[in-house]
């Protein structure tokens, strides 16, 4: 099992920009959760999705968003990319929809914004 | 509105010393409380979890938390610390009822082991 793999690790984009973050979830997963992680901070809940749908929204603006793929698998796109969005920004699966079902985190992608 | 605070940023001890990570919760509603770890390059690494019961929960790699409702706290201790535990710990607590799996987290702890 390989676990929850992100991709890529690393991500250098300039302001303005569009970037795609991509989530695979653990086998047996159906739920996956983003969070971003500013430096020296915890992470922040952006959304979560379950069933191909936006299930829960944390306070992000319109600017981040995600799709679920038939096969569980996410992405997170945010446009119009702000100096303040460089973070590491972390997936994470659970299962049957979540709730108190353990969370397993990938390691994360490092998106850098000049 | 739930929110988490970790009281200290950094804590350093000595390999073999006890650890101890303070942690205190804010829920109108009864708390579902989470510790984890994070190691550089990592993602976060479930510690354990106190959900309903036992207000003693004991974790992996010999970790252990007690849940104190009347002191609202929630904190993270080991009885002798390795030089391996040097990492990041967050506390967190899992927002509204628990069904939806959105999980608020402290600022988080850096955990110094001195040899």
């Known amino acids: 099992d390989a676990g929850v793999t992100q991709s890529p690790t690393h991500l250098i984009k300039t302001r303005g920009q569009q970037v795609t973050l991509r989530c695979s979830p653990k086998s047996g997963h159906d739920t996956v959760s983003w969070y971003q992680q500013a430096l020296g901070q915890g992470p922040q809940f952006i959304f979560q999705?379950?069933?191909?749908?936006?299930?829960q929204r944390g306070n992000f603006p319109d600017r981040f968003s995600g799709h679920q793929f038939p096969n569980y698998s996410s992405e997170l796109n945010v446009n119009a990319l702000l100096l303040g969005d460089s973070a590491l920004y972390l997936c994470a699966s659970s299962a049957m929809g979540g709730g108190l079902n353990e969370q397993f985190f990938g390691p994360g992608t490092r998106l850098t914004v000049l | 509105a739930q929110s988490v605070t970790q009281l200290g940023s950094h804590v350093s001890v000595s390999e073999g010393a006890l650890v101890l990570l303070r942690c205190n919760y804010s829920?109108?509603?009864?708390?579902?409380l989470f510790w984890y770890v994070q190691y550089p390059n990592q993602g976060l690494q479930l510690l354990l979890k106190y959900t309903t019961g036992a207000t003693l929960v004991k974790g992996i790699n010999g970790f252990e938390a007690e849940f104190k409702k009347s002191e609202t706290s929630f904190h993270l201790t080991k009885p002798s610390a390795h030089m391996s535990d040097a990492a990041e710990y967050f506390c967190a607590v899992i927002h509204g009822s628990g069904n939806t799996g959105k999980l608020i987290f402290g600022q988080g702890t850096t955990l110094q082991v001195k040899p």
């Open positions: 999705y379950y069933e191909e749908e936006e299930r």
């Open positions: 829920s109108s509603v009864p708390p579902y």
